[in-house]
């Protein structure tokens, strides 16, 4: 399969963020060379370098506090975790956590995921790839944000094993939901895990996370998707 290119003058996130609490600073500066990667331009992730061993890679986008990735981390251990997120708290909150917990099998990339799937991870390479509750931009103008597009879930399933990777998309917001389906439906490379088509309920492995528990108190209706790399 061929390697999409995404380009988009508009991101799907922006950069501003809280301020760091000491101990999401400590962990940025002396928790980071044990579990960042620093990328280089034009060299690809090698994860059995990266983890030390041959495992499964499953690939989290936009974890945010790292609660659920952490959470996965920990009961999954014979599974790599590689998650990727630009903003320093969360990120500097899930190392606390890695540390405080013991966990070695997660890797963490702060950069924009769109580049690190297009520049760094090879093709036909993941397990699973997790794109939790990612910002609904839920203002019809700013939809363009929305990182779920076209092209993006090419670029997603061109990373995944063929025949057995899987593409999990989860969020609360019933039109992304919607948009959501109808483009990995569309998606060649893709095919609908449930039985029926459609929507999937919450597996039991994926962590219930703070974005959903506020959604259904909201009133909300969370909507899983899983689709298989044909």
């Keep these: ?5 995404i380009r988009r003058p508009i991101r799907s996130y922006v ?17 980071w060379p044990r579990y960042g990667i620093a990328r280089l331009p034009g060299q690809w992730f090698d994860f059995r370098a990266l983890f030390g061993r041959n495992a499964p890679v499953i690939c ?17 251990p014979e599974w790599n975790f590689l998650g990727i997120e630009v903003h320093r708290p969360g990120v500097g ?29 090879p093709v ?16 019809k103008r700013h939809h363009k944000r929305r990182i779920l597009s076209p ?3 090419e670029l997603v399933a061109s990373r995944l094993l063929p025949g057995e990777g899987v593409f999990h998309f989860a969020t609360d917001w019933e039109d992304y939901a919607a948009q959501a389906l109808a483009i990995l ?20 492995w994926r962590p219930e996370t703070r974005f959903e528990r506020r ?4 009133g909300h209706n969370v909507r899983d998707i899983l689709m298989r790399r044909t």
């Design 15 to 31: 950069t501003r963020e809280g301020r760091l609490t000491a101990g999401q600073a400590r962990a940025l500066e002396e928790l």
């Design 1 to 5: 399969m061929s390697s999409p290119k």
């Design 185 to 204: 439906e569309d998606c060649a490379a893709l095919g609908n895990i449930h039985a029926s088509g459609g929507y999937a309920g919450r597996p039991d």
């Design 151 to 153: 092209g993006f879930a």
């Design 93 to 121: 909150n899930l190392l606390l956590r890695l540390e405080r917990d013991g966990i070695t099998n997660v890797r963490i990339v702060r950069e924009d995921a769109v580049v690190v799937l297009e520049q760094a991870v």
């Design 215 to 218: 959604g259904r108190r909201l």
């Design 124 to 139: 036909d390479s993941l397990h699973r790839f997790h794109l939790f509750f990612p910002d609904p931009w839920p203002k």
């Design 60 to 76: 989290e986008v936009g974890f945010g506090d790292g609660s659920t990735l952490r959470q996965m981390a920990l009961e999954r």
